[in-house]
Every structure is written in structure tokens, then in C-alpha cells.
């Protein structure tokens, strides 16, 4: 796809064009500006609507195809405001909303399984802070899953079995504590050999466009909550809102970019990087494979998930945060990609301290 040039101001130093973007970025994402919209009666029916998106014969970005676009649609008081996501081995897609809530359902293609929604976070004061979830992983074999609390800047750990979560331990590593509270731990994956990478949202400064603050830890974080930080530099403009491990060991990562508030208009872009590469305190770069804007029907991707595919090809699937807002919807993406295009993998990565993925 050719590239997209976004915010261009003539006239305009690149500090002003910097700040005017991170004022709209803050404007746009705080919830008090948020325009709800004016819903039919929620229900606590579970019904999922699926209406296809028009891609035309597809679209190639970088070395993905998107296959196909879905706008999601239910009048059930948990659906909408996705933040996480994962693919289940039973071939469904697993998604967890920033109001604490999970919905199990289907891709729409395959044999159908009657989806579920349930409580992961069942806050007894009521107060959003405590069920934000943002982002998950899981060691599904074992039976646990871990969520990243933006608002708390703090992890949970959960017992996952039959579809139900069941809350475990909570803990704030001291190294998230100055991630601030709306802008902490939007993308968190546990990696194959045990260690969990952790990516701020925010820039690490007022005038930072490209990097943000990272952390390490070598293995659960619940039991040892003390990382190596170590910092993520991404494109321009862009935040980091979800990971995934490809099989390879390296990961994708999803970027989303606010293009205007309202109506809300969003970019997205995904890159890889290798977690061999990350050395404690230091820039880990993440190498840019596609982006897109308003060409394609799209919203405010903050879930990303890979699964096997066809013909030796990976399923990589997207989903976007509604924000319960008037101007945004549900979407799911599906995406596919040939290993064999993405980028080379080194070999060897070189003085690195941290342990390889497998």
C-alpha cells in the first residue's frame, strides 16, 4: 500500500504540529468528551449481528492481505469497548472489554458456537479504574491469564477454565508506577519461554513521538514484579495498543494513531521486533510492515491475535474499541500473512541479556 502522509499543517513548526496532535489526542480519548450514543434499550440477551464491510478484492498492506471486514452489532449491556484479544484453540476468538467484561464467539465462516459474555472484574465500588482492563495474555495449557489495568497501571493474574475467569492476585510493579492513568500497560504478552513484555501507551515525554516506556520480566510477574525496563521506539505518532508472539518468537505489534476527534478518525499500523534484540534501558526498535488510515474501513484497533492459518499462512485478526461512542463501532479484521514474506529473522541476536524466545 503507498504510504499515508497524516496531520500535515503547512505553516506550522514541528513543535506546534506536535503539540496540536497531542492536545487532539487527549481531547479525543478523555471520557468526559466522548459523545455516547443514543442506544435501544440494552438487554441481557447475548446477539451477535454481523454486517460486511466492502474491501473491494481485498486489500494489500505490506505483506498482509485483509480477507475480510466485519462491523460487530448486539444490544447486550456488556457488549462494545474491546481492548484485548485472543484465539482460542477451539477456533474462537476470546476478547475482554476496558468495563471488565469477556465475550467468547466465533468468527463469522466457521461452524458456529453460541458465544458467551461474562464479568472478568466484578468491581465492588463500581469505579471503572478497577475493571480497565487494556490488554491480556494467557498460558491457556495451564489454564491462566494475565490482564494489564491501565488505569491502575497494575496486572491481575486469573484462573481460566470453561469459558469463566476467576480472579487471582493482583500486583503493581513498581516499575509501571509512573505511567500515568490513562496512558499505562496497553499491550501485554506472555512469551514462549515464560517472560512478559509490557508497553506503555503514553510517549515518554511531552514532546516524544516515538518512544515509549517498556518492561520486562523474566517470568510471571505476579511472582517476581521486578522487570529490566527497557524502551519501545515505534512510528511516528503511533501508540502501541495490543501484541502478539508470531511462531517465530518475534512479535507484532498493533499502533493506532488519532487522525481527529470528532468524529473520531483513526490510523493503525502494525510492526515487528525481535525480544531477543531488548537490552535493559535501552531503545528496542520495531520495524513498521503496513499501516492504513481512512482508505479502509476502520476504527480504534486495540486487539491483535495470530493463529494458524491456511497453507502454511497465519490469521491475523484485529478488533477495534467502540469506546461506546457515537461516531465508532465494533470491528473485526481478518488479516492473513505468509511467514515467508515478513521480514528475515537474524540468526544471532548479538550482547543481548535477555533470554531468547523459543
Excluded at 211 to 232: N, S, T, Y
Aim: proline share 7%; charged share 25%.
Amino acid at each position: 500500500m503507498r504510504g499515508v502522509s497524516y496531520c500535515q499543517s503547512i505553516g506550522y513548526s514541528r513543535a506546534v504540529r506536535r503539540n496540536l496532535a497531542l492536545f487532539l489526542l487527549i481531547i479525543a480519548l478523555a471520557p468526559v468528551t466522548w459523545i455516547r450514543m443514543s442506544l435501544p434499550q440494552k438487554t441481557q440477551d447475548l446477539e451477535l449481528h454481523f454486517t460486511v464491510l466492502d474491501i473491494g478484492e481485498g486489500a494489500a498492506l505490506g505483506p498482509f492481505q485483509l480477507e475480510r471486514a466485519w462491523r460487530i452489532d448486539s444490544r447486550n449491556q456488556y457488549f462494545g469497548g474491546y481492548s484485548a484479544l485472543l484465539a482460542l484453540s477451539d477456533g474462537q476468538l476470546l476478547t475482554l472489554s476496558d468495563n471488565g467484561a469477556t465475550l467468547h464467539f466465533t468468527p463469522p465462516e466457521r461452524a458456529f458456537v453460541e458465544p458467551s459474555v461474562g464479568a472478568l472484574i466484578k468491581a465492588p465500588n463500581g469505579q471503572k479504574a478497577t475493571r480497565d482492563v487494556e490488554s491480556v495474555t494467557a498460558d491457556l495449557s495451564a489454564g491462566q491469564a494475565w490482564a494489564g489495568l491501565e488505569s491502575e497501571n497494575s496486572i491481575m493474574r486469573f484462573h481460566y477454565a470453561h469459558r469463566e475467569f476467576s480472579l487471582g492476585e493482583v500486583v503493581q510493579p513498581a516499575g509501571m508506577a509512573d505511567w500515568g492513568n490513562n496512558s499505562g500497560p496497553e499491550s501485554l504478552v506472555r512469551l514462549r519461554d515464560g517472560s512478559f513484555l509490557v508497553l506503555r501507551e503514553g510517549f515518554s515525554g511531552f514532546f516524544e513521538r516515538r518512544r515509549h516506556a517498556a518492561i520486562r520480566f523474566a517470568a510471571d510477574p505476579v511472582e517476581d514484579p521486578v522487570g529490566e525496563p527497557f524502551i519501545l521506539v515505534g512510528p511516528e505518532g503511533f501508540s502501541p495498543t495490543d501484541m502478539a508472539q508470531l511462531p517465530d518468537g518475534r512479535v507484532l505489534v498493533l499502533f493506532r494513531r488519532l487522525l481527529w476527534p470528532v468524529p473520531a478518525k483513526f490510523a493503525g499500523a502494525l510492526a515487528i521486533g525481535d525480544p531477543r534484540t531488548i537490552r535493559r534501558g535501552k531503545p528496542w526498535q520495531v520495524r513498521q510492515l503496513a499501516s492504513w488510515a481512512t482508505e479502509l474501513p476502520g476504527d480504534n484497533f486495540e486487539g491483535i491475535a495470530i493463529e494458524p492459518g491456511k497453507d502454511a499462512r497465519l490469521t491475523v485478526w484485529l478488533i477495534s474499541d467502540d469506546n461506546r461512542a457515537a461516531f465508532q463501532k465494533t470491528m473485526l479484521w481478518k488479516l492473513s500473512v505468509d511467514p515467508a514474506d515478513l521480514p528475515a529473522r537474524r540468526k544471532k541476536a548479538r550482547g543481548n541479556s535477555a533470554r531468547p524466545s523459543p
